[in-house]
């Protein structure tokens, strides 16, 4: 059974700080990594993805993985009150390429 | 852009109900799939269907039950309707495998069990 663990949170940050959300995940052959926002109330939705060792930027977010650690991260550059919400780390799934396993999800509060 | 349109987004039903909940994807999706999200737990994959008429089980499918007749379209059925299902449920369509590419949400379904 695969596995991806998140740090529930609350993470607080104040707004313009760096808010750094991590993800580790149990199988090393995993090959495909998602963060997806939920605001509350709300369905989940992709704001980044990577597949390669390394960094990814996309504007204010930068995604980092490490298969050899087995982590992933998203970084939040300039925080702003409305990215509070929850940041779920998804990787390919127990049915192998087909499907997602979702972590349970970090908590991001940016305060004003 | 992609629409994944849950028909019921508020529902109450009774123990023992028969219950259906409808999904329709209208990017010609070949993949679909069905969520449920609760507190403490995430997101877990009940079932998915990678073609019309294929369904897989996903982690949790223990009283649920799914029917896909049309390319577009993707119910998930509780044949009878227990407390421990009242949770959100979501909807999810991909092009292609998900672990390839984006799956694209429904806005969810709220269901009470009462």
């Known amino acids: 059974q695969k596995e991806v663990e998140q740090n529930s949170g609350p993470l607080s940050v104040p707004e313009g700080a760096i808010a750094s959300l991590n993800c580790t995940y149990s199988?090393?052959?995993?090959?495909?990594f998602f963060w997806y926002r939920q605001y509350s109330g709300k369905s989940p939705e992709l704001i980044m993805s990577i597949y390669s060792n390394g960094d990814k930027e996309d504007g204010r977010f930068t995604a980092q993985l490490n298969k050899a650690s087995q982590y992933v991260s998203l970084l939040i550059r300039d925080s702003q009150p409305s990215d509070s919400a929850t940041y779920l780390c998804?990787?390919?799934?127990?049915?192998?390429?087909?499907?997602?396993?979702f972590g349970k999800g970090t908590m991001l509060l940016v305060s004003p | 852009d992609v629409k994944v349109t849950q028909s019921s987004r508020y529902l109450v039903k009774r123990t023992g109900e028969k219950v259906f909940l409808e999904c329709v994807q209208d990017?010609?999706?070949?993949?679909m799939f069905w969520y449920r999200q609760d507190p403490g737990l995430g997101l877990r994959l009940i079932y998915f269907s990678y073609d019309v008429k294929m369904k897989e089980k996903g982690d949790i499918p223990e009283g649920y039950s799914v029917s896909r007749e049309k390319k577009e379209r993707f119910s998930l059925i509780l044949e009878s309707a227990s407390t421990n299902q009242t949770s959100m449920y979501l909807c999810?369509?991909?092009?292609?495998?998900?672990?390839?590419?984006?799956?694209?949400f429904g806005e969810g379904s709220w269901l009470t069990v009462v």
């Open positions: 990017m010609d999706h070949e993949n």
């Open positions: 999810a369509s991909s092009l292609i495998p998900a672990g390839g590419n984006t799956i694209y």
């Open positions: 998804a990787v390919n799934g127990n049915s192998g390429y087909s499907t997602l396993t």
């Open positions: 199988d090393r052959v995993s090959q495909s």
